[in-house]
């Protein structure tokens, strides 16, 4: 998708009328979810009969189909889009609820993973490095083979631990 595209949409609808296409388009509804802002201009696109990135070409050479699209997605698109967007966010604002009403360690140990992990990377691979150079010492470095294994364990539990269960499962089947 072509960055040049959205801004030139969002005018576009503001100034055929399209309050709901050029909401979605400048981020006011579903502000950072680009899947919302594709949504819309594939449904532009759709309409126009032509592939999204040809659409700022459509706008030079044919200004009035692009209005058009534009209208017709207003109508079309946009409602069903919301709603989808209304239910994705619902769904996991009751997933965030739902976690915090558990004990703190059954959701804490993924942030504090992830954190922990980029700290030993970040020492590994900087911190130490220039310690050592700093103040002439040789600080042992931890095996990067090891913290490789841990950063995949991590990642294997992260991603529902089915990943690790399947690898074993898989290795113990040979």
Same mark, same amino acid.
């Given at each position: 998708m072509l960055p040049a595209i959205v +801004? *030139?949409? &969002?005018?576009? #609808? #503001?100034?055929? /009328?399209a309050p709901l296409v050029e909401r979605v388009l400048a981020g006011r509804i579903g502000a950072g979810n680009a899947s919302l802002v594709s949504g819309m201009v594939k449904a532009i696109a759709g309409h126009a009969g032509v592939a999204p990135e040809e659409l700022p070409e459509l706008h030079r050479t044919d200004p009035d189909r692009l209005a058009v699209s534009v209208t017709t997605a207003e109508v079309d698109a946009a409602p069903e889009l919301i709603a989808l967007y209304a239910s994705e966010l619902e769904s996991k604002t009751t997933l965030l609820l739902a976690e915090m009403r558990e004990p703190r360690w059954t959701w804490a140990w993924r942030p504090l993973g992830m954190y /922990? $992990? /980029? &700290?030993? !990377?970040? !020492?590994? @691979? $900087?911190? %130490?490095?220039? *310690?050592? #150079? @700093?103040?002439? $010492? &040789?600080? +042992?470095?931890? +095996?990067? =083979?090891e913290l490789f294994n841990l950063t995949a *364990?991590?990642? =294997? %539990?992260?991603? =529902? /631990?089915?990943?690790?269960k399947d690898a074993v499962g898989k290795v113990a089947s040979r």
């Open positions: +801004p *030139l949409l &969002a005018s576009v #609808a #503001a100034s055929v /009328g /922990g $992990i /980029g &700290a030993l !990377w970040f !020492w590994n @691979v $900087i911190v %130490l490095h220039v *310690l050592n #150079a @700093v103040f002439k $010492i &040789a600080l +042992p470095q931890m +095996p990067l =083979g *364990l991590f990642l =294997g %539990l992260y991603m =529902g /631990g089915h990943t690790v």
